[in-house]
């Protein structure tokens, strides 16, 4: 099975930074990498696709980048309703995996 | 409006059995693979297993677990009810979680619409 590594686990920011989490596949997954984010309480959201693929109605301070084995979700300038979890996934195999999570915190 | 609707959790004794639907509307369940993802209390997300979708030509459907399930949890679909189920047999204490169901988008894809998750506890 791929397993997919998140960093950091918890991330500490302010409204207005520059926030980038990292997320590393074991073996090439192509372009086939969402990300999520979850708040809680609730269910995940769909946030970026196909590695660098924007939901709709998700906002453009939201970006995905990357291929292969590394992939990185960036939010251009942080958002007080951006405080949250946030996971990746792979989808190269019907055995989907996240993941652990990155928990973005108010500095 | 697309949706899903998770219903059927509680409480269950370990080595009994709860079954899990998951009311689909808006779109047809059998056309899209259809999944299970859940998530231990302050913990992250673990995706449980995959039916996958008929579709109009009546393909045939594959399923998929994960390794922790396999041999105790059940995926089934009644395209009639347009509903999902997970049938959990002889579950565990670790199996204690909200359990979300989830549309793939496309053959293979990103989960694009999910349920509100409904709690199971595995507890004597």
């Known amino acids: 099975d791929i397993q997919m590594t998140q960093s950091p686990s918890t991330l500490s920011a302010s409204v207005g930074d520059r926030v980038t989490i990292t997320c590393r596949a074991s073996?090439?997954?192509?372009?086939?990498l969402a990300w999520y984010q979850q708040k809680p309480g609730k269910a995940p959201k769909l946030l970026i696709y196909?590695?660098?693929s924007l939901e709709s109605g998700v906002p453009s301070r939201f970006s995905g980048s990357g291929s292969g084995t590394e992939f990185t979700l960036t939010i251009s300038s942080l958002q007080p309703d951006d405080f949250a979890s946030y996971y990746c996934?792979?989808?190269?195999?019907?055995?989907?995996?996240f993941g652990q999570g990155t928990k973005v915190e108010i500095k | 409006e697309v949706q899903l609707v998770e219903s059927g959790g509680g409480l269950v004794k370990p080595g009994g059995s709860l079954r899990l639907s998951c009311a689909a509307s808006?779109?047809?369940?059998?056309?899209?693979?259809m999944n299970w993802v859940r998530q231990s209390p302050g913990k992250g997300l673990e995706w449980v297993s995959v039916?996958?979708?008929?579709?109009?030509?009546?393909?045939?459907?594959?399923?998929y677990y994960a390794d922790s399930v396999r041999g105790r949890f059940a995926i089934s679909r009644d395209n009639a009810k347009n509903s999902l189920y997970l049938q959990m047999n002889s579950p565990r204490a670790e199996d204690t979680a909200v359990y979300f169901c989830?549309?793939?988008?496309?053959?293979?894809?990103?989960?694009?619409?999910w349920g509100q998750g409904t709690m199971v506890t595995v507890s004597s």
């Open positions: 989830a549309r793939d988008r496309g053959s293979l894809g990103a989960f694009d619409i």
């Open positions: 808006g779109f047809s369940l059998s056309d899209n693979n």
């Open positions: 039916i996958t979708g008929s579709g109009a030509s009546g393909r045939s459907t594959s399923i």
């Open positions: 073996q090439s997954i192509s372009n086939w």
């Open positions: 196909k590695a660098s």
């Open positions: 996934q792979h989808y190269n195999t019907y055995l989907r995996t």
